[in-house]
């Protein structure tokens, strides 16, 4: 792959790199993926692009999909093979049951992308919250569990996926959303994560009035632990609506 002068490539390092060595560098952090998540090893995998003014100093012209693609050696042939063989890998999600349905009898429950889906579409329809994204809440929803039919070592397993993906910014936007809703740190996760337990609550209702079953299990280990106005009201909403059909059931 040839790099024109105007436009260098390097990986988002704090050290710098000599312009004569540029081509090296590039080389050996794109064909060695990184599997750590610490800040300091930059995420080996992504690579930044900037284009350099005549005087040697990046621009501030961003760089279109289409550019970074084609600097990183992107080819329309692999990147298409490697979407399909992340989606692939992905199937399971729609097969795989929910643990906690299957531990406590339930026939026919639902899978990861059930689960994930009523999330997103909680996400799609959630009231305006100020300051909230909701496009990013869709897409924390849509990946927060993509790695669990792989593995409990859910960080090494999603390093795989993304590598099957082929890396590039697909790949990492999907380990930045993840890791932001693991880690709790923005109010897109923290929607999220109450959204997580919203769906399970309600799914644990629609599961008592379908199959007859007492699941006051789901409704205690939630408790409490709803962290957003929006999550406490839909959960109180659910909760409502249970007591109410147990009152009538007793009556």
């Given at each position: 792959?040839?790099?024109?002068?105007?436009?260098?490539?390097?990986?988002?390092?704090?050290?710098?790199?000599?312009?004569?060595?540029?081509?090296?560098?590039?080389?050996?952090?794109?064909?060695?993926?990184?599997?750590?998540?610490?800040?300091?090893?930059?995420?080996?995998?992504?690579?930044?692009?900037?284009?350099?003014?005549?005087?040697?100093?990046?621009?501030?012209?961003?760089?279109?999909?289409?550019?970074?693609?084609?600097?990183?050696?992107?080819?329309?042939?692999?990147?298409?093979?490697?979407?399909?063989?992340?989606?692939?890998?992905?199937?399971?999600?729609?097969?795989?049951?929910?643990?906690?349905?299957?531990?406590?009898?339930?026939?026919?429950?639902?899978?990861?992308?059930?689960?994930?889906?009523?999330?997103?579409?909680?996400?799609?329809?959630?009231?305006?919250?100020?300051?909230?994204?909701?496009?990013?809440?869709?897409?924390?929803?849509?990946?927060?569990?993509?790695?669990?039919?792989?593995?409990?070592?859910?960080?090494?397993?999603?390093?795989?996926?993304?590598?099957?993906?082929?890396?590039?910014?697909?790949?990492?936007?999907?380990k930045e959303l993840w890791a932001?809703?693991?880690?709790?740190?923005?109010?897109?996760?923290?929607?999220?994560?109450d959204f997580d337990k919203?769906?399970?609550?309600?799914?644990?209702?629609?599961?008592?009035?379908?199959?007859?079953?007492?699941?006051?299990?789901?409704?205690?280990?939630?408790?409490?632990?709803?962290?957003?106005?929006?999550?406490?009201?839909?959960?109180?909403?659910?909760?409502?609506?249970?007591?109410?059909?147990?009152?009538?059931?007793?009556?």
């Amino acid at each position: 792959m040839a790099l024109n002068s105007p436009t260098r490539c390097a990986a988002p390092l704090t050290r710098s790199v000599p312009s004569h060595s540029t081509l090296a560098f590039f080389n050996r952090t794109m064909l060695r993926p990184s599997f750590s998540t610490e800040s300091r090893t930059a995420r080996l995998v992504s690579v930044r692009c900037q284009t350099l003014t005549p005087d040697g100093f990046p621009s501030k012209r961003p760089v279109g999909l289409d550019e970074s693609e084609a600097s990183i050696g992107s080819s329309g042939s692999s990147s298409t093979s490697s979407a399909i063989d992340f989606l692939t890998l992905c199937h399971s999600l729609k097969t795989t049951k929910r643990k906690g349905w299957i531990n406590h009898g339930i026939k026919g429950p639902e899978s990861i992308a059930d689960h994930m889906y009523r999330m997103a579409l909680m996400s799609l329809i959630a009231g305006d919250v100020p300051g909230l994204n909701r496009e990013r809440c869709i897409k924390i929803a849509i990946v927060h569990d993509i790695a669990e039919e792989k593995s409990r070592r859910e960080q090494a397993a999603l390093n795989e996926m993304c590598i099957v993906l082929g890396g590039g910014m697909r790949a990492e936007e999907i380990k930045e959303l993840w890791a932001e809703y693991e880690n709790n740190s923005s109010l897109e996760a923290n929607l999220v994560k109450d959204f997580d337990k919203v769906e399970m609550i309600l799914q644990a209702l629609e599961y008592e009035i379908e199959h007859g079953k007492v699941l006051d299990e789901f409704f205690i280990s939630t408790a409490g632990k709803f962290q957003t106005e929006l999550g406490k009201s839909w959960a109180a909403e659910i909760i409502s609506r249970r007591n109410s059909r147990v009152d009538k059931s007793h009556n």
